[in-house]
């Protein structure tokens, strides 16, 4: 059975850092592509770092310099490490996992298959 569980997420003051973790079960992480979104109150779901099956990574601009995405070397989790927080990103952070080994996937949510739960992050003073 295919599950994703995030974590990690919580309330942080500007300019603070959150690592936030996603574990997969029922398939590894060189069998699909890993994609972190978030979505705001109000907007639509925005995919911005993900990691192919093969550990190609990818980001969208507003991501770059700030979060990084990387796999753990021991467990089937992909960790979103986030830097320099803005109160723009709070955000309920999900991630998802689509494609297979020979085809990555990007930022386009109809290309995943399968959804974790969520993680609620909030930047506030």
């Known amino acids: 059975q295919v599950q994703l569980v995030e974590s990690g997420g919580g309330l942080v003051q500007p300019g603070g850092s959150l690592r936030l973790s996603c574990a997969v079960s029922?398939?590894?992480?060189?069998?699909?592509?890993i994609g972190w979104f978030r979505q705001a109150p109000g907007k639509e779901r925005e995919g911005f770092s993900c990691?192919?099956?093969?550990?190609?990574?990818y980001s969208a601009e507003f991501a770059k310099g700030r979060f990084t995405i990387s796999r753990g070397s021991a467990k089937n989790t992909v960790y979103l490490q986030m830097y320099s927080l803005k109160p723009e990103d709070t955000a309920v952070y999900y991630c998802?996992?689509?494609?297979?080994?020979?085809?990555?996937?990007?930022?386009?949510?109809?290309?995943?298959?399968?959804w974790g739960q969520g993680t609620q992050v909030t930047v506030s003073s």
């Open positions: 998802g996992a689509g494609g297979n080994r020979d085809y990555d996937v990007g930022f386009d949510q109809h290309e995943y298959d399968y």
């Open positions: 029922g398939f590894t992480l060189h069998d699909k592509t």
């Open positions: 990691i192919g099956a093969d550990g190609s990574t």
